[in-house]
C-alpha cells in the first residue's frame, strides 16, 4: 500500500515536493516511481528509483526539473518538482514494483497509490 501527499495549486516557476509512503508488502520492492495522467491524455512515465541502489531515471522532459529520492528508513519516496509549468498539470501517481525491467512501463509496476492532483497556473 501507498499513499501519495503534496500535491495542490502552485503558479508557473514555483516547486511542489511530492511524498509517497509505502507500507504493508511494499517493504520488499526492487523499485518505485512516479506517473503522471492528464486530462485526456494516457498515464505516462516521470521518474523511476531503484530502491537498493538508489539508481533514478526520468522522463526527458523533467530531467533537470524533477530529482527522485527515497528515504529507506521511512519508506518513503519523494519528487521535488522545480520550475513548473503549466504541462506539468496532472494527477500524480506512486506505484511500486516487485522485479526488475523496464521502469517507464507502466503495466509493469504492480502496485499504485489512487494519485495526488497537481495544477500549474500559467
Known amino acids: 500500500q501507498v499513499e501519495e501527499s503534496g500535491g495542490g495549486f502552485v503558479q508557473a516557476g514555483d516547486s511542489l515536493r511530492l511524498s509517497c509512503a509505502a507500507s504493508g508488502g511494499t517493504f520488499s520492492s526492487v523499485a518505485m516511481g512516479w506517473f503522471r495522467q492528464a486530462p485526456g491524455k494516457e498515464r505516462e512515465f516521470v521518474a523511476a528509483i531503484s530502491w537498493s541502489s538508489g539508481s533514478a531515471y526520468y522522463q526527458d522532459s523533467v530531467k533537470g526539473r524533477f530529482t527522485i529520492s527515497r528515504d529507506n528508513a521511512k519508506n518513503t519516496m519523494y519528487l521535488q518538482m522545480n520550475t513548473l509549468g503549466p504541462e506539468d498539470t496532472a494527477v500524480y501517481y506512486c506505484?511500486?514494483?516487485?522485479?526488475?525491467?523496464?521502469?517507464?512501463?507502466?503495466?509493469?509496476?504492480?502496485?499504485w497509490g489512487q494519485g495526488t492532483q497537481v495544477t500549474v497556473s500559467s
Open positions: 506505484a511500486g514494483r516487485y522485479g526488475g525491467g523496464h521502469f517507464n512501463r507502466a503495466d509493469e509496476y504492480d502496485y
